[in-house]
């Protein structure tokens, strides 16, 4: 065996990260080795990689594709060991698998600190450093399910580890197979089953298991496709469908012209996958198997051939440089989001061409190759010629695990034992916020102060945080919840409805209305605005959203409150070909008429400008006053659209431009108070200071008291 070559028997651990031959390792194949499999496995992290820097948030099917590829592999070999008998040590199992897995993801994810520290905003590092401890713990993919994160194109704000979830699942898988086959093998023992029929019922239960894996998958995807998207369970038949090839390999004899034929369409099966499919709203359900189906093609195409070479399809993944390039895969899948992300934000770019993106890939090849380099010289046995320095280099591995779990954890338990108090008692003489464009004679911009909240609190800034009583309707969720703002045993009762951007508007409204008499009902739900949206169709998440506003409009119709407040516009910034600032929705002035004609009165506020992308990498690169960290208030916020849409009795149009924006440009920091979150809403410190704003406009209110 060559310096550091790793065999990828079937069942061992180290065949789920790297099988191929090693650089320097000898040119004579290994009889009965797929070397066609490693070569798919290197078509697989290139789709992964090129549609991650060139795909604009599209996805390629390579990660379903390694799944199960891992699963025939290693699924596989574990499930000819514990079907045939064969003693299975379980703790050697984990530690082999360790010590190949573990030490590259120690590299990358020191890396990754490193480069947020040196790159990323603070407002990014808490969010990181939660990311990190997850993906070390192989739990990141649960972290983003239940964050409710959407996977998502690259951009200078993306999260350098969400990659990781998928290798999370992976690891999951790698430890739960093991445990139910010797489980379920120690069940049909004791039923008394003789050898053979315990290893088909073995592959029976597997068979189970996958099958109930995919239903819950479509399950998933009915319901919330995005936790189902990282939910090991219905992820797990991608994995358990590879386990299910392998079992039945020794059976499966194609003629060569059907092997050829089948190889070839499995192959344009998967590479059609991220153009044919919009994987990222449909996976892991029935869209998926497109890449898996093509995958199990492919794998079927080369079983039974004199060398899986020899066909068609296999001619050209077994190439040599190609099954090279697999075996380092792993390494690459590791290091080439790391690399994307850390590059954008460096550069301060949003996406890379082609030249600048193959770049990416370059380097990100380059530091596959060196962590390969690394990893197998500090893990070798001392028998090995490749410990040369393998000391020194398990000091870097050792190093890199103290920074993993050190950093992350003193950054967090640091920010948990100083955290924003949100700014209810701020000093308006030295953070005037919103009061210094309202009346800047009396509250003069005091920049010379630092600005608050600081960037590395502005993601739990939230409005409303910390008010149990006021949860918000989930995005998929269409049930009607009740926050009580302002004067409680108020005289009148009007409602505030809407999504987040209502939300932002509910600090400063709260203390208006407490000063007012005025209790304020507010009904929230996740990206749903106020608006009739009609019959449909709809995708899931409109439907609910229209079933939802039905609920609210008919309930507060029932409740007979004074008015509703809502907002009224949305930014041009999410329309393609649109350069006039904001503008009206159609089914927000439907709403609004069905609560006219009910005798409600309407106060639409307009929205708060929103960027082009975050400003806040921009503000923790130029600081607070920068104009580079500014936009144009025309391309913001053009001609009020609400001015002539709300001209009749009962109905206003409010509009605090004048307070969030200068006469030419509008900031993310304004009054020396960060105003903005991310690219669109709004920090509750800085929603507060627009209450005395918005008081003035709801004086001119004729249903306000």
């Not at 959407?150 to 898988?173: E, N, R």
């Not at 050190?406 to 953070?431: E, K, N, Q």
Request: negative net charge; aromatic residues 8%.
């Amino acid at each position: 065996m060559p310096p550091g070559q790793v065999r990828s028997t079937p069942g061992d651990p180290a065949a789920a990260a790297s099988a191929a031959p090693r650089p320097g390792g000898p040119a004579a194949p290994r009889p009965g080795h797929r070397y066609d499999v490693e070569g798919l496995r290197a078509v697989a992290i290139l789709l992964v990689a090129g549609f991650h820097v060139w795909g604009d948030g599209r996805v390629s099917g390579g990660v379903d594709v390694f799944l199960l590829i891992s699963g025939f592999f290693v699924g596989g070999g574990l499930l000819r060991r514990v079907g045939g008998g064969q003693p299975f040590a379980f703790g050697a199992y984990v530690a082999k698998l360790g010590r190949r897995l573990v030490p590259p993801l120690l590299l990358a994810l020191a890396a990754v600190v490193v480069g947020t520290w040196l790159w990323l905003p603070r407002s990014e590092w808490s969010d990181v450093s939660g990311g990190v401890l997850a993906s070390a713990t192989y739990v990141e993919n649960w972290r983003m399910a239940l964050a409710g994160q959407a996977y998502a194109a690259a951009d200078p704000m993306s999260s350098p580890v969400q990659h990781i979830w998928s290798l999370s699942v992976q690891g999951q898988l790698f430890v739960a197979l093991p445990l139910l086959l010797l489980a379920i093998r120690f069940v049909l023992r004791r039923a008394g089953l003789a050898a053979e029929a315990a290893r088909r019922g073995l592959i029976a239960a597997v068979a189970v298991l996958a099958v109930a894996s995919f239903v819950w998958a479509i399950i998933g995807v009915q319901v919330n496709q995005n936790v189902a998207y990282f939910d090991t369970g219905a992820r797990a038949w991608e994995y358990l469908a590879g386990t299910l090839v392998a079992a039945a390999a020794s059976s499966v004899r194609l003629p060569r012209v059907a092997a050829v034929a089948l190889g070839w369409v499995g192959l344009a099966m998967i590479l059609a996958t991220g153009l044919a499919v919009d994987a990222r709203a449909t996976f892991p359900g029935p869209a998926a198997l497109l890449p898996i189906g093509g995958a199990v093609l492919v794998i079927v195409a080369g079983l039974g051939a004199a060398a899986p070479r020899d066909h068609g399809v296999g001619r050209v993944l077994g190439w040599r440089p190609l099954a090279v390039a697999g075996g380092y895969a792993y390494e690459f899948y590791l290091w080439h989001w790391v690399v994307l992300v850390l590059a954008l934000a460096a550069t301060g770019r949003e996406t890379f061409g082609w030249l600048a993106g193959s770049v990416v890939l370059v380097v990100s090849g380059g530091a596959a190759w060196l962590a390969r380099r690394v990893t197998d010289a500090a893990v070798a046995g001392r028998s090995s010629q490749a410990v040369r320095g393998g000391g020194a280099r398990r000091f870097v591995l050792v190093a890199c695990l103290a920074v993993v779990l050190a950093v992350p954890s003193g950054w967090l338990s640091y920010r948990a034992a100083s955290p924003w108090t949100g700014g209810g008692d701020l000093d308006a003489s030295s953070h005037p916020g919103a009061l210094s464009l309202m009346d800047p004679d009396r509250w003069p911009d005091a920049s010379g102060q630092p600005y608050v909240p600081d960037l590395a609190d502005a993601k739990s800034d939230w409005p409303l945080v910390g008010r149990e009583e006021c949860d918000t309707t989930g995005v998929l969720e269409t049930d009607v919840r009740l926050c009580v703002l302002g004067d409680p045993a108020g005289a009148i009762t009007v409602a505030l409805v809407g999504g987040s951007h209502a939300v932002t508007f509910a600090e400063p409204l709260d203390a208006v209305a407490l000063e007012n008499g005025v209790r304020i009902e507010g009904y929230f739900k996740q990206g749903c605005p106020l608006a009739r949206w009609g019959d449909g169709p709809f995708d899931e998440q409109t439907q609910t959203c229209a079933d939802w506003n039905e609920s609210v409009l008919q309930h507060v119709a029932d409740l007979g409150v004074a008015g509703v407040i809502t907002t009224g516009t949305r930014s041009g910034f999410e329309l393609e070909d649109w350069d006039d600032g904001d503008y009206l929705p159609g089914p927000y002035a439907d709403a609004w008429v069905w609560l006219g004609d009910r005798g409600i009165g309407v106060a639409a506020i307009r929205d708060n400008p929103w960027f082009p992308s975050d400003p806040l990498p921009c503000v923790d690169r130029e600081g607070p006053t920068s104009d580079d960290c500014a936009v144009e208030r025309r391309a913001a916020l053009g001609e009020n659209p609400l001015a002539a849409a709300l001209a009749g009795e009962g109905f206003a149009a409010i509009d605090l431009s004048d307070v969030l924006c200068e006469e030419e440009v509008c900031r993310p920091v304004v009054g020396n108070v960060l105003a903005y979150i991310d690219d669109n809403h709004l920090t509750a410190t800085f929603a507060r200071t627009l209450a005395p704003a918005l008081a003035r406009e709801l004086a001119e209110v004729s249903w306000w008291p």
